[in-house]
DNA sequence: ATGCGTAATGCACACGTGTACATTACAGAT
DNA sequence: ATCTGTAATGTACACGTGTGCATTACGCAT
C-alpha cells in the first residue's frame, strides 16, 4: 500500500518520446490523429508505439478530463434466465454504442449492491441501469443521485430516477382469470420481492383483482426471494393440505422450477392434478411436456430502451410503451405489455386428458 | 472530445480542503485514517466529506499507483446457464476477496472479444479470466500477455496462459460408451467449438475413442456454433434420413433444447425413439419428462479455482484436478473430473417403456 | 533561555495524458 | 533584408490523489 511504484510499467508517451528524440506532446497528438501532425511523423510515431507494446492508459483519460465510457448494470441474479436475457440484449446496445459493459451481480444483497454502486460512482462511470433490492440502502440511493440512472424490471421508492417495468398487474390479473375461467377455484400465487418493489406489489395486486370478480373463488398468496427453493418448500407446504390450489401463478421462473420438484415429489402431476402459468419465457417452457403457459415479457424491447435512454440514443420507436410521470419527481415510468402465451400446463381442474 | 470540462463536476479533496482551511495533504492523509493527523482532524474532515458528497476518483488513485482491483471475465454467451454459473461463482470468490469483478460478453466474436480485452488491459485490470473465441486475433494474444490471465473452460494454442479444463475427452468418451453399451448401433455427436478449442478437439476425440471400442457401430459428428440452431438444423437433418442415428451425444446444452425441438417437430419421442445424453446440467434438465442424462461438470470448483489464481487467494483443496505442463510453455493445465449423471433419456434403442 | 523530541501540518512533486500557448523553421511576398 | 503566414514542434499546465520532506508548534528537560 505504501509507496509502492505500479509492479509491470508499460512503455508511456514520454517513453515513446524519448526513443524518438520528440516530446511527448507530438506522440499524444500524433496517436490521436491531430492535423498539426506531420504524416512522417505520424508513422514513425505509431509503428515505434506499435513495436514498444504501447497501451494507452485509460485512467489517465479518464483524469484529463474524457468522460468515462463506461455504463453499468447491476442485476440480482445472473442464473436466472430473465436477467441473463436482459444483460445479453443490455451488452449488445452498449457495445453497438461503442461504450463498455459492466455487469454487477448484487444476489440480492443490499450491501453488495452498495458496494457494486460505490465502485462505479467512483469510476466515474457514465450511467448507470438498476434492478434494485428490496432493503436498497438509502446510502446507494443517495450515491445513485450522482449519475444518469434509470431503474429495470422493478421500481424502489427511495431511488429517483426513470423507470423501465413490465406492466406486472396486468400481467398476474390476466394470469388468474386464467385459471378461474378455467373453474379453478383454489388457486394461489407464489411470487418474488416484497412490499418495497413494484414487481411485490404490482403483481400480488393483479392477482388480488382477478380474483375479487370470482366471489366463490379463494386464493393463497406467498412473496418471498427470487430462487427455487421458495417455491419447492411453499408447494410442498400447500400440497400437503387437503384444501391445496388447484392452480398456482408463479412469479418467476425460478419458482416454477422448484414448484416442479415439488409436484413431483409429492407424487402429483402438471397439468393433471395442478395447473401453472408461469412468469417470464426460458427456452425450455416450450418442450416441457406439453409446454408450459406462461405471461411472457418483452425483455429484448425492455432492455433495449432503458440501454438507450443510458446512452443517450435515439429510442427506436419499439411496441410502444405507456409512459407515465412518477409523482413528486421528475422521474417517469414506462410500461410495456405483457403477453399470455398459452401452453399446455393448464386445464380445467380434474381433467385428465388436456385438449391438446 | 475538445477542451471539455467534465459535466458533473463532485467536490474533491481540495475543496474540503479549501472548505476547512487546511491542505489537501491533510485532507488525504485524514480519510485514509493516517497516523498522522490529529482525532479531531480527522473527525471534522469526514464530517465534511460526508455532508459535501464528497466521491473519491478511482482513476486518480490508479494513476498514483495503486493496483486497479479490477477483475475481468470474458464469456461468450451469458444466456448459457454453464457460463451463467460459472460467472456467478467467480463473481463470489472475487467479491470476496474484496475486488471488483467486471463481466464482459464476447458473444464468440472475435473483434468484441478483442474490444473488451483492450479495455480491460488499458484500465489496468489486476486479472483476466477468460473463455477464448475459435478464431482469436493473434493481437488479442499479445495483449494478454500483458496480463496475469487464466483461460476457463476452453484452451486457446495461441493464448499462453494457464488452464482449467473439465475432461472433456473423458467425457464424451463416457458418453459415448454408454450408449454404444445400450446396444446402439448408431450414434451421433453434435458439438461446439471449432479444431482450435480444446472443447472442440479433446469432446470429439473422446466420442471418437468411444466408437472406436464397437467395431460394428458407426459414428457421425457435427461441430458448430454453440447455439440452440444449430443443434435443431443438424438433428433435423439427420432424422429425416433413413439410416438415423438412435442416440445422440450433445455437447452444449443449448444443442440439448435445439435437438428436443427438433425431434419433437419430426413426430419423435425420448427416449423411445432416440436417446439423449446432455452435457452440463442446468436445473431444468432434472425434471424434464423422466430426466436427462447428462454430464455434470464441477462448475462450482473450477471457476472458483480459475478466480482464486487470478486473485492470488490460496487455492483450496478442492476434488483434485489433475495437473500437468503445456509443453513448450510456463503454463499449466488443470483438468477437473466430470460425472455420468444417468437419468431416463437413454435406454437401449427400440425400447418403448424406460426402465424408470 | 536554549536544546530537543514529538505531534501535526504544509509544500511540492509524481503518476500519464491532452491541449492552449509559445516557439521555431521555412517559404514566399514585398 | 524584412515582413507575413503557415506548418510543425516544444513548453507548461491541469486533472485528483498520495507521500517524502520540510516546517511549525508545543511540551519538557537541561
Given at each position: 500500500?505504501a509507496?509502492?511504484?505500479?509492479t509491470r510499467?508499460?512503455p508511456?508517451?514520454?517513453d515513446?518520446?524519448a ?8 506522440v499524444?497528438?500524433?496517436l490521436n ?9 505520424k ?21 484529463r ?12 441474479d445472473?442464473?436466472n434466465h430473465f436477467?441473463s ?14 461504450m463498455?459493459l459492466?455487469?454487477?451481480i448484487?444476489?440480492?444483497d443490499?450491501d ?20 434494485p433490492v ?27 430516477a426513470?423507470?423501465v417495468v413490465?406492466?406486472d ?5 390476466q ?6 375461467e ?8 407464489i411470487?418474488?420481492?416484497s ?6 406489489t ?11 370478480g370470482?366471489?366463490?373463488a ?5 412473496l ?7 417455491g419447492?418448500?411453499?408447494?410442498i407446504?400447500w400440497?400437503g ?6 392452480g ?5 421462473s ?6 416442479l ?7 402429483f402431476?402438471?397439468?393433471r392434478?395442478?395447473s401453472?402459468?408461469g ?6 417452457f ?6 408450459i ?21 435515439p ?9 407515465s410521470?412518477i409523482p413528486?419527481?421528475?422521474a417517469?415510468?414506462?410500461?410495456f405489455?405483457?403477453r ?8 380445467p ?6 385438449a391438446?
Amino acid at each position: 500500500m505504501a509507496g509502492l511504484k505500479r509492479t509491470r510499467n508499460g512503455p508511456t508517451i514520454k517513453d515513446i518520446a524519448a526513443e524518438l528524440g520528440v516530446s511527448h506532446a507530438t506522440v499524444s497528438r500524433a496517436l490521436n490523429d491531430s492535423p498539426l501532425i506531420g504524416t512522417g511523423t505520424k508513422e514513425r510515431v505509431r509503428a515505434a508505439a506499435a513495436s514498444m507494446g504501447y497501451i494507452p492508459d485509460a485512467a489517465a483519460k479518464v483524469m484529463r478530463g474524457a468522460q468515462s465510457n463506461i455504463v453499468g448494470f447491476i442485476l440480482p441474479d445472473v442464473e436466472n434466465h430473465f436477467y441473463s436475457a436482459i444483460a445479453r440484449s443490455i451488452a449488445e446496445t452498449v457495445a453497438a454504442s461503442g461504450m463498455q459493459l459492466v455487469l454487477a451481480i448484487s444476489e440480492d444483497d443490499p450491501d453488495l449492491e452498495l458496494r457494486h454502486v460505490r465502485a462505479l460512482c467512483e469510476a466515474r462511470t457514465r450511467g448507470i441501469i438498476i434492478t434494485p433490492v428490496a432493503d436498497l440502502r438509502p446510502e446507494t440511493a443517495d450515491l445513485l443521485r450522482n449519475v444518469p440512472c434509470k431503474q429495470l424490471v422493478r421500481r424502489h421508492p427511495l431511488v429517483e430516477a426513470d423507470v423501465v417495468v413490465a406492466d406486472d398487474t396486468t400481467a398476474t390479473f390476466q394470469a388468474g382469470r386464467r385459471l378461474l375461467e378455467l373453474g379453478h377455484k383454489r388457486i394461489a400465487y407464489i411470487g418474488g420481492g416484497s412490499e418495497t418493489l413494484s414487481t411485490g406489489t404490482a403483481r400480488v395486486e393483479g392477482f388480488r383483482r382477478a380474483v375479487a370478480g370470482f366471489p366463490d373463488a379463494t386464493a393463497a398468496v406467498a412473496l418471498g426471494p427470487p430462487k427455487p427453493e421458495f417455491g419447492y418448500k411453499t408447494a410442498i407446504s400447500w400440497l400437503g393440505t387437503s384444501d391445496r390450489p388447484s392452480g398456482i401463478v408463479l412469479g418467476s421462473s425460478r419458482f416454477t422450477l422448484g414448484t416442479l420438484n415439488a409436484i413431483r415429489e409429492t407424487g402429483f402431476e402438471v397439468p393433471r392434478d395442478i395447473s401453472l402459468i408461469g412468469y417470464d419465457d426460458p427456452d425450455w417452457f416450450e418442450f416441457w411436456g406439453s409446454g408450459i403457459t406462461t405471461i411472457a415479457l418483452p425483455i429484448r424491447e425492455m432492455a433495449v430502451t432503458a440501454a438507450s435512454m443510458v446512452c443517450e440514443l435515439p429510442l427506436e420507436a419499439t411496441r410502444g410503451p405507456s409512459i407515465s410521470k412518477i409523482p413528486g419527481t421528475e422521474a417517469h415510468e414506462l410500461t410495456f405489455p405483457v403477453r399470455l402465451v398459452e401452453r399446455g400446463s393448464d386445464t380445467p381442474p380434474g381433467c385428465a386428458n388436456p385438449a391438446q
